[in-house]
């Protein structure tokens, strides 16, 4: 006679390795490395940079 499974841990453990597996694949699609992000934020900072050094500095209509 086999012994009998309880199953509510057993749905309990299946639903748990199915997020662990969602997560995972997450991780690979989504994520990105600390370097990765820190070199994205600076280029972001020289674009605005470069954007802001290139504005005219032209005299509004109601400073006269």
Do not use: C, S, V, Y
């Not at 994520?31 to 990765?36: C, D």
């Amino acid at each position: 006679m086999t012994t009998p499974i309880n199953l509510n841990k057993a749905r309990k453990a299946k639903a748990k390795a199915d997020a662990e597996q969602r997560a995972k694949e997450n991780r690979t699609k989504f994520g990105r490395t600390k370097p990765e992000k820190k070199l994205e934020a600076a280029k972001a900072e020289k674009q605005a940079r470069l954007t802001d050094a290139h504005k005219l500095d032209r005299p509004r209509p109601e400073d006269g």
